[in-house]
Every structure is written in structure tokens, then in C-alpha cells.
């Protein structure tokens, strides 16, 4: 029982977390709250600390009961979470309506807690209520500005795609449950192996529970949600579902697919993930091409680097799982990056236009660069971060035979680099009237900048003992 808390701290912490902002925002003043920012994250930063300590001590496996597993994996995916959750804390305080909002915060801490519960789930139950306490949260927060129709718009299109898409997966989740008679993860992967499900029958599961992860993480053909909800919603909040909420979608998807849809049904799952892979990396930055909203590009892209990270999971070997725990933890930090720098500008020129990026380079060049970063390392130009991480999960699609997946992967990583030179291009070749007023940086965004851009090289130059860190956390599924 012991270990079971001990494993569990940062989940508890968390929850005492929103408790403590929601105290506060009902005794501080107005103008006080907007202090409530820097409450959440200097505690989400000891609770960092916290779950990098549970990483690296060993694991348990089942805990309460056998509805958690308390790995080497889900403790690397909370990392991940947390992390993202801290950085979008700091970006949410730039933003008016939700700056000085506890409940806004509280809502983003209560997703938190659901996303690392997603990430160490060992039970449907658990998985489903996880799911549940991550995407209630989420709808809200995406049409919290209610004076914003393309916020409530937002809010109310994710809600509707994100229940269906969880009814889907909730019918596949009682059909596993009334065949095998059992909700523990294991347990049933002893059962379909065992034969107490028809082969038809259990391919039909598959495809169920794929809608409900497909959604989660943007993947073709469950992506169309992806644009509209990233322009409408609350700038921070689209960030923060677009790394942390992904972040944990992969968790759960490698951890049912390879726990209990293999290895004998693999077969018959394997080729539907591939086809999501290469639909997700090819039309996610074919369509990126046109867009004029820099937040719309950002869904594209977020769509694509879907399908680079689903290439890890196709490999079904510990290479793959590394490579793709590896390549989210890249992706989260560099695509915050690029959120906080959109918020920077569009707090000053109220647009997410893309053209009213031009003379960003004379306006603000720290700034500036900091975009380069980004968009460099999210194209995986060397030495960034994102480099390392497509090397990686392109070895492990050769290492399995997908030559083929790899080579579409590289063409496709050619097509993000040209839209992403594009908006550089607004930035550092066009002029602006503006270009003499300097553009003003808020000590939050100081704060998020510099500890994204550290990640991005430092990850990029010394991978090698993060990408060992994630070769451990994949031996959690082998």
C-alpha cells in the first residue's frame, strides 16, 4: 500500500493543487488572481520534480487493485503531461478572460490528473473514467470564452465529435468486457488469446476502440475535429490539447494495442494503423500548404506528426515504442514553442493571421528566433530536437521491414518544411508598418520561451541518454 501512495504523488498532488487555486481564487481579490498563474506552475514544477523521482526509481507493476500500472512508461508519459501543463500554465496567463480565471487553471489541473491517470491505466474501468476526467475539462476550457463565437463554437464541436467518438469506444470496451468477463487489461489479452472471443468479433473490437484513440490523437480519419476546435479555442488551451492531450491519447493507444490486441491479433490492426499513418502524414501537410491562420497550420501539422509518431507503434518492438515516446516528448516541447510565440504576437496585433507575422524579426528578434527553433525542429532539420526524433522512429520502421513507410515519411517531412519556411519567410524577408514598435514579452512567456528552446537544442545535441530513459520505458510493454 505504501508504493501504491508512493507511485500515486503526483496525482494526489495534483488534485490538492486545484484545490489550493480554487481556495485562492475565492479569497483573492480581482487584480490579485492573476497571480493564480504563477501558483500553478511553480506547482506543477515540484511536481515535475516528483514524478522525474517516481521515474527513475523502480517499478511495481499492478497497484490498487490492478487498475494501475505503475511503470516505467506511464511514469515517462506523466513527465511529458506534467510538463506540458506547467509550460501552458504560463501561457494562459497572457491571455484576457483567462488569466485571472482560478476555475480556468483548476480545469486544466483536473485534466491533468486525467491524463496521467490515461497514461498508467491497467483496467477499462480505470481507462474509460480517465478518459472521461480528461475530456470534460477539455470541452469546457475550449469555449471558456463565451463572448467568443469561435470559442463556443469550438467548445461545442469538440463535445459533440469527442462524445461520439468515446460512445464508439465505450461499446468496444463493454463487448471486450462481456466476452471475457474481465476489465483488467492483462486479463483479457489471457482470454482473447485463449480463444473466448470469435476472430471476427474481436477484429470488430479493434476497429472500435481505434475510433476513440484515433480522435484523441488527430489521426486520420478522426482528425476533422482538429482545425476548427485549434482556431476557436483560447490560444494556450489549444496548445495545451495539442501536446499534453496527445501525449496521453499515444500512451493509451500503445498500451491497449500491444497489451491486449497482440500479438496474435496484431496481424489483422496492424495495417489499419499504417494507413491511418500515412493518410495522417500526407494529408495533414498537403492541406497545411493553403492555410492563412497560422493556428489552422498548426493543426495540419499536429495531424501529420500524428502519423510520424504512429510509425513507432507499427514497428511492434521496443525500438518503435521508444522512438515514439521519444518523438512525443520532442514534439510537445517544440510545439509549445511555437504556441507561445503565436500568443506573443497575436496579444499585440489581435490576429493569428499568418501575414501578421511579417517584420517579426525587427519587431522582436528573440522572438523571432525562437519561432525559427520551433519550426525547424518541428520540419526535423539537425541539430534540433526533432531531427533526432524523426531518425528514430524512421530506424524503427526499417527495422521491421517498412522501408517503404520510412521513404513516405521523408517525403512528407520535405512537404512540412516548405509551409513551415513559408511563415518564416513572413517573418525575417516581409516588412510591416509596425516593424519600429518593439513587441513587448511578458516574464511568463520569458519563462516558457526560454525553457522550451533549452529542451529543443538540449534534447536535440544530447539525445542519447533520454532516448536510453525511453528504451527502459518500452521495456514496460515487452
Same mark, same amino acid.
Not at 487555486?21 to 515535475?48: N, Q
Not at 483496467?123 to 469555449?143: F, H, K, N, Q, R
Not at 480463444?195 to 481505434?210: D, E, F, H, K, T
Not at 488527430?218 to 483560447?234: C, I, K, R
Given at each position: 500500500?505504501?508504493?501504491?501512495?508512493?507511485?500515486?504523488?503526483?496525482?494526489?498532488?495534483?488534485?490538492?493543487?486545484?484545490?489550493?487555486?480554487?481556495?485562492?481564487?475565492?479569497?483573492?481579490?480581482?487584480?490579485?488572481?492573476?497571480?493564480?498563474?504563477?501558483?500553478?506552475?511553480?506547482?506543477?514544477?515540484?511536481?515535475?520534480?516528483?514524478?522525474?523521482?517516481?521515474?527513475?526509481?523502480?517499478?511495481?507493476?499492478?497497484?490498487?487493485?490492478?487498475?494501475?500500472?505503475?511503470?516505467?512508461?506511464?511514469?515517462?508519459?506523466?513527465?511529458?503531461?506534467?510538463?506540458?501543463?506547467?509550460?501552458?500554465?504560463?501561457?494562459?496567463?497572457?491571455?484576457?478572460?483567462?488569466?485571472?480565471?482560478?476555475?480556468? =487553471?483548476?480545469?486544466?489541473?483536473?485534466?491533468?490528473?486525467?491524463?496521467?491517470?490515461?497514461?498508467?491505466?491497467?483496467?477499462?474501468?480505470?481507462?474509460?473514467? &480517465?478518459?472521461?476526467?480528461?475530456?470534460?475539462?477539455?470541452? /469546457?476550457?475550449?469555449?471558456? /470564452?463565451?463572448?467568443?463565437?469561435?470559442?463556443?463554437?469550438?467548445?461545442?464541436?469538440?463535445?459533440?465529435?469527442?462524445?461520439?467518438? *468515446?460512445?464508439?469506444?465505450?461499446?468496444?470496451?463493454?463487448?471486450?468486457?462481456?466476452?471475457?468477463?474481465?476489465?483488467?487489461?492483462?486479463?483479457?489479452?489471457?482470454?482473447?488469446?485463449?480463444?473466448?472471443?470469435?476472430?471476427?468479433?474481436?477484429?470488430?473490437?479493434?476497429?472500435?476502440?481505434?475510433?476513440?484513440?484515433?480522435?484523441?490523437?488527430?489521426?486520420?480519419?478522426?482528425?476533422?475535429?482538429?482545425?476548427?476546435?485549434? @482556431?476557436?479555442?483560447?490560444?494556450?488551451?489549444? &496548445?495545451?490539447?495539442?501536446?499534453? *492531450?496527445?501525449?496521453?491519447?499515444?500512451?493509451?493507444?500503445?498500451?491497449?494495442?500491444?497489451?491486449?490486441?497482440?500479438?496474435?491479433?496484431?496481424?489483422?490492426?496492424?495495417?489499419?494503423?499504417?494507413?491511418?499513418?500515412?493518410?495522417?502524414?500526407?494529408?495533414?501537410?498537403?492541406?497545411?500548404?493553403?492555410?492563412?491562420?497560422?493556428?489552422?497550420?498548426?493543426?495540419?501539422?499536429?495531424?501529420?506528426?500524428?502519423?510520424?509518431?504512429?510509425?513507432?507503434?507499427?514497428?511492434?518492438?521496443?525500438?518503435?515504442?521508444?522512438?515514439?515516446?521519444?518523438?512525443?516528448?520532442?514534439?510537445?516541447?517544440?510545439?509549445?514553442?511555437?504556441?507561445?510565440?503565436?500568443?506573443?504576437? &497575436?496579444?499585440?496585433?489581435?490576429?493569428?493571421?499568418?501575414? +501578421?507575422?511579417?517584420?517579426?524579426?525587427?519587431?522582436?528578434?528573440?522572438?523571432?528566433?525562437?519561432?525559427?527553433?520551433?519550426?525547424?525542429?518541428?520540419?526535423?532539420?539537425?541539430?534540433?530536437?526533432?531531427?533526432?526524433?524523426?531518425?528514430?522512429?524512421?530506424?524503427?520502421?526499417? +527495422?521491421?521491414?517498412?522501408?517503404?513507410?520510412?521513404?513516405?515519411?521523408? /517525403?512528407?517531412?520535405?512537404?512540412?518544411?516548405? =509551409?513551415?519556411?513559408?511563415?518564416?519567410?513572413?517573418?525575417?524577408?516581409?516588412?510591416? @508598418?509596425?516593424?519600429? +514598435?518593439?513587441?513587448?514579452?511578458?516574464?511568463?512567456?520569458?519563462?516558457?520561451?526560454?525553457?522550451?528552446?533549452?529542451?529543443?537544442?538540449?534534447?536535440?545535441?544530447?539525445?542519447?541518454?533520454?532516448?536510453?530513459?525511453?528504451?527502459?520505458?518500452?521495456?514496460?510493454?515487452?
Amino acid at each position: 500500500m505504501f508504493f501504491d501512495l508512493q507511485f500515486i504523488l503526483p496525482e494526489i498532488g495534483l488534485l490538492a493543487l486545484a484545490g489550493v487555486v480554487i481556495g485562492l481564487d475565492m479569497s483573492l481579490r480581482r487584480e490579485a488572481r492573476r497571480s493564480l498563474g504563477w501558483v500553478t506552475a511553480a506547482g506543477l514544477a515540484v511536481l515535475l520534480g516528483v514524478a522525474v523521482w517516481s521515474a527513475l526509481r523502480p517499478a511495481g507493476g499492478d497497484i490498487l487493485g490492478g487498475m494501475l500500472r505503475a511503470d516505467m512508461l506511464a511514469a515517462s508519459f506523466r513527465v511529458i503531461i506534467i510538463a506540458a501543463a506547467m509550460l501552458s500554465a504560463l501561457l494562459v496567463m497572457g491571455v484576457e478572460g483567462l488569466a485571472d480565471r482560478g476555475e480556468a =487553471y483548476a480545469l486544466m489541473l483536473v485534466a491533468t490528473l486525467g491524463m496521467s491517470l490515461m497514461a498508467a491505466a491497467g483496467d477499462l474501468v480505470m481507462l474509460y473514467l &480517465a478518459i472521461e476526467t480528461t475530456s470534460i475539462p477539455l470541452y /469546457l476550457l475550449a469555449g471558456y /470564452l463565451k463572448r467568443d463565437t469561435r470559442s463556443t463554437e469550438a467548445g461545442l464541436k469538440y463535445f459533440l465529435f469527442g462524445a461520439a467518438a *468515446s460512445t464508439v469506444m465505450l461499446y468496444g470496451f463493454s463487448l471486450l468486457f462481456g466476452f471475457t468477463g474481465e476489465t483488467r487489461l492483462a486479463a483479457v489479452a489471457q482470454s482473447i488469446a485463449a480463444g473466448a472471443m470469435p476472430r471476427v468479433l474481436w477484429v470488430a473490437v479493434v476497429m472500435l476502440v481505434l475510433v476513440g484513440f484515433g480522435f484523441k490523437v488527430s489521426a486520420v480519419p478522426l482528425h476533422f475535429w482538429t482545425p476548427d476546435v485549434y @482556431e476557436g479555442a483560447p490560444t494556450p488551451i489549444t &496548445a495545451f490539447i495539442s501536446t499534453a *492531450s496527445k501525449a496521453a491519447g499515444f500512451a493509451v493507444l500503445m498500451r491497449v494495442m500491444l497489451t491486449v490486441f497482440t500479438p496474435a491479433v496484431a496481424p489483422y490492426w496492424v495495417g489499419v494503423v499504417v494507413a491511418m499513418s500515412v493518410a495522417s502524414m500526407t494529408l495533414g501537410n498537403v492541406l497545411a500548404l493553403t492555410q492563412k491562420n497560422i493556428k489552422r497550420l498548426l493543426a495540419y501539422s499536429s495531424i501529420a506528426h500524428a502519423g510520424y509518431a504512429l510509425i513507432g507503434l507499427v514497428a511492434l518492438s521496443p525500438l518503435g515504442v521508444a522512438s515514439t515516446l521519444f518523438y512525443l516528448g520532442a514534439y510537445v516541447i517544440t510545439n509549445l514553442a511555437a504556441f507561445a510565440v503565436v500568443i506573443v504576437v &497575436a496579444r499585440i496585433v489581435g490576429s493569428d493571421d499568418i501575414a +501578421q507575422f511579417a517584420g517579426l524579426s525587427r519587431r522582436a528578434p528573440m522572438v523571432a528566433l525562437a519561432l525559427l527553433v520551433g519550426f525547424l525542429s518541428l520540419a526535423g532539420m539537425p541539430p534540433f530536437v526533432g531531427f533526432v526524433a524523426k531518425v528514430f522512429v524512421f530506424a524503427a520502421a526499417v +527495422q521491421r521491414g517498412y522501408v517503404w513507410l520510412a521513404v513516405v515519411g521523408v /517525403l512528407n517531412s520535405i512537404v512540412g518544411l516548405y =509551409y513551415y519556411l513559408i511563415v518564416l519567410k513572413v517573418v525575417y524577408l516581409y516588412r510591416s @508598418e509596425s516593424e519600429a +514598435q518593439p513587441l513587448p514579452v511578458t516574464a511568463p512567456y520569458k519563462w516558457a520561451l526560454g525553457f522550451t528552446l533549452l529542451g529543443i537544442i538540449v534534447l536535440g545535441i544530447l539525445s542519447g541518454p533520454w532516448f536510453d530513459w525511453a528504451l527502459g520505458a518500452a521495456g514496460s510493454l515487452f
